[in-house]
């Protein structure tokens, strides 16, 4: 069956980087595009990013460009988002969904919080 | 900007219908998909494409697209129903992808 399992929950200072890793299985890994969304306390969803796993191509959306970096490894199936510069603003669960190019999210990894606080 | 309005709130006894509606300009050339979110747990897809139900999800989640509005149905809400739902589709392009702001359930 299809999984998507995230990395566990992070606490990070202001100014600092945190990645955040998306282990799938149950599927050819190369065959969807891994997207991020993120979603703060209260609020609602917020797309990222994606990866395309099979070429390793990213998109990322206007607000994160600069900051953000989508990755993979196809020998473990797996791919990483990783955030720098972060502020009090960053503070979310972010999760990875296993998609078409920009819809279609299926599957969902279980969410991966991450506070950011000095 | 490219933008995807949803009703902030809907709120329906139990048996009765739930209407969520999602208005967005490039709707009538994109898709749209409906995710449900409850409390603390991931979002789950219960419409993709406009009207399709992927397996599992029941019979009375329905959806239904007209021009630049989509529009995610209930049939008979159970207190189960009770969630956060959230329209999504893309630009004209099909490269940004956009999620409505969110439509909280209540079952009264």
């Known amino acids: 069956q299809v999984q998507l399992v995230q990395s566990g929950a992070a606490v990070k200072r202001p100014g600092a980087s945190v990645m955040v890793s998306c282990k799938t299985s149950?599927?050819?890994?190369?065959?969807?595009?891994i997207h991020w969304v993120r979603q703060a306390p209260g609020q609602g969803l917020d797309w990222m990013g994606r990866?395309?796993?099979?070429?390793?191509?990213?998109n990322y959306a206007q607000t994160f460009q600069g900051r953000v970096t989508m990755t993979r490894d196809t020998s473990i199936t797996t791919a990483y988002m990783e955030l720098n510069m972060l502020t009090s603003d960053d503070t979310a669960v972010y999760y990875c969904?296993?998609?078409?190019?920009?819809?279609?999210?299926?599957?969902w990894g279980p969410g991966t919080p991450v506070t950011v606080s000095s | 900007s490219y933008e995807l309005t949803q009703p902030p709130s809907v709120s329906v006894s139990p048996g009765q219908t739930a209407t969520i509606t999602c208005s967005g300009d490039?709707?009538?050339?994109?898709?749209g998909f409906w995710y449900q979110q409850k409390p603390g747990q991931a979002p789950v897809m219960v419409i993709y494409?406009?009207?399709k139900r992927p397996s599992g999800i029941p019979e009375r989640f329905s959806g239904s697209s007209s021009g630049t509005t989509v529009t995610l149905t209930i049939n008979g809400v159970q207190a189960e129903d009770e969630a956060d739902y959230y329209c999504?589709?893309?630009?004209?392009?099909?490269?940004?992808?956009?999620f409505g702001g969110g439509t909280k359930l209540t079952v009264l």
């Open positions: 969904a296993r998609g078409e190019i920009s819809s279609n999210f299926d599957f």
């Open positions: 149950g599927y050819t890994f190369t065959g969807f595009y």
């Open positions: 990866v395309n796993p099979d070429t390793g191509g990213t």
């Open positions: 490039a709707l009538p050339k994109q898709y």
């Open positions: 494409k406009d009207t």
């Open positions: 999504q589709s893309s630009d004209r392009s099909d490269t940004l992808v956009l």
